[in-house]
């Protein structure tokens, strides 16, 4: 099956950043979209940031100006880059694959990695 295993997150001060990575078991490029998505506690996992085949990225707009996705399809590794972080961005981080089918999308998941900002 499809593995995909985050790495980066840690406890930074509000202001700070952090750089977010995603390995994945096979080429990304067999994956119509990757993605970051987050879910704080008590509250509902939301996309962050996803970037397509083609390259086309997407944000929240908490995020946007602040986060950065990106791809090196030769480490088959997705990355996040988080600058100027806030409290409210803490949540554990979520990397996803997706691929599209004629059924419906498939989606995997990485098992998360925690994201704290705090003073």
């Known amino acids: 099956q499809v593995q995909l295993v985050e790495s980066g997150g840690g406890l930074v001060q509000p202001g700070g950043s952090l750089r977010l990575s995603c390995a994945v078991s096979?080429?990304?490029?067999?994956?119509?979209?990757m993605g970051w998505y987050r879910q704080a506690p008590g509250k509902q996992r939301e996309l962050v940031a996803a970037?397509?085949?083609?390259?086309?990225?997407n944000y929240a707009d908490s995020v946007k100006g602040r986060f950065t996705i990106s791809r090196d399809n030769a480490k088959n590794t997705v990355y996040l880059q988080m600058n100027s972080l806030k409290p409210e961005d803490t949540a554990v981080y979520y990397c996803?694959?997706?691929?599209?089918?004629?059924?419906?999308?498939?989606?995997?998941w990485g098992r998360g990695t925690q994201v704290t900002v705090s003073s």
């Open positions: 096979e080429n990304i490029f067999n994956f119509n979209a």
């Open positions: 970037i397509t085949g083609g390259g086309g990225t």
């Open positions: 996803n694959a997706l691929k599209m089918r004629v059924t419906g999308r498939e989606d995997y």
